[in-house]
Every structure is written in structure tokens, then in C-alpha cells.
């Protein structure tokens, strides 16, 4: 049975997505910690990090390297923090959040966004990609 992950890569659940190539997607997630936390998840169903072939986990992180860099550009936090965790969903997926305090890394923060926060965060982090040359733009 696919992940929710692999429903919203497909196409049957929503999502905002921020950046799409071959092997990895990145979108916004519904419950975010701050404005602009994102996903990064591999399109294949990996359930937990430890077990990526080491070139998809090094894509991973490249891909997160150019989210985060685009997060810090539209929400100019002190850092952008990361995360892996998986506990929620079993498909791999790395938090990218705008934070300013170590706190801001307390997942007990988590909110319900509207789909305008959404929307315009998601913008804004696209915005910030389409400005540095990325052409794995999504939407």
C-alpha cells in the first residue's frame, strides 16, 4: 500500500510543492512548525534514512542544501534547521524549518496552516529558487 507521501507524489492527495526532479520531490507540510517548513522525500518508498543507497541519501541532501538555501533567502531566519525523524509516515522525509532559536525545532509546535499559509509560503520559496537559476522548480 503507497505511503501518504508516495499519494501526494502521485498526484492523489494535494500538495504544494516547491521543487520536483527524478528522485526527489519537496513540498510544504500542512502542520508546519514555522512558516516555510518543507519535505524532502525521495520518490522511492524507503521507510527509514538508514537504509538509503548512499547516492540517493547524497542527493537528498543536495536537494535540501537548495531548499534550505531558498528558505533562507524567503524567510531570512538565523538558520534552517533539519530534521529527520520518520516517526508519522514510513517514507523517508527531511524537515527543512526558518528558525531563530533552538526551540523552534519543538515539533509539539506543530499547527493546522490554512491553504493561503501555504499557498504563499510555498510561493515565496519558489520565488527564491526561480531567482538562483533552479529549473526543478515545481509549479
Known amino acids: 500500500m503507497p505511503t501518504l507521501?508516495?499519494?501526494?507524489?502521485?498526484?492523489?492527495?494535494?500538495?504544494?510543492?516547491?521543487w520536483k526532479d527524478d528522485r526527489a520531490v519537496a513540498f510544504l507540510t500542512i502542520k508546519p512548525?514555522?512558516?516555510?517548513?518543507?519535505?524532502?522525500?525521495?520518490?522511492?518508498?524507503?521507510e527509514h534514512w538508514?537504509?538509503?543507497?548512499?547516492?540517493?541519501a547524497a542527493h537528498l541532501m543536495q536537494v535540501s542544501q537548495e531548499v534550505g538555501r531558498a528558505?533562507?533567502?524567503?524567510?531570512?531566519?538565523?538558520?534552517?534547521?533539519?530534521a529527520l525523524v520518520g516517526l508519522e509516515v514510513p517514507h523517508v522525509h527531511i524537515h527543512l524549518m526558518p528558525i531563530w532559536s533552538v526551540t523552534d525545532l519543538d515539533f509539539a509546535k506543530q499547527h493546522d496552516a490554512s491553504p493561503a499559509?501555504?499557498?504563499?509560503a510555498a510561493e515565496k520559496i519558489r520565488a527564491a529558487l526561480r531567482a538562483a537559476g533552479k529549473t526543478q522548480v515545481a509549479g
Not at 507521501?5 to 516547491?18: D, K, Q, T, W
Not at 512548525?33 to 522525500?41: I, N
Not at 528558505?71 to 533539519?82: D, E, L, M, R
Request: proline content about 8%; cysteine-free; aromatic content about 6%.
Open 71 to 82: 528558505i533562507q533567502s524567503a524567510f531570512n531566519p538565523a538558520k534552517v534547521g533539519v
Open 117 to 120: 499559509e501555504l499557498d504563499q
Open 5 to 18: 507521501f508516495s499519494r501526494i507524489i502521485n498526484g492523489e492527495l494535494p500538495g504544494r510543492f516547491v
Open 33 to 46: 512548525v514555522k512558516d516555510g517548513h518543507t519535505l524532502v522525500v525521495p520518490r522511492e518508498e524507503i
Open 50 to 56: 538508514i537504509d538509503l543507497p548512499q547516492d540517493l
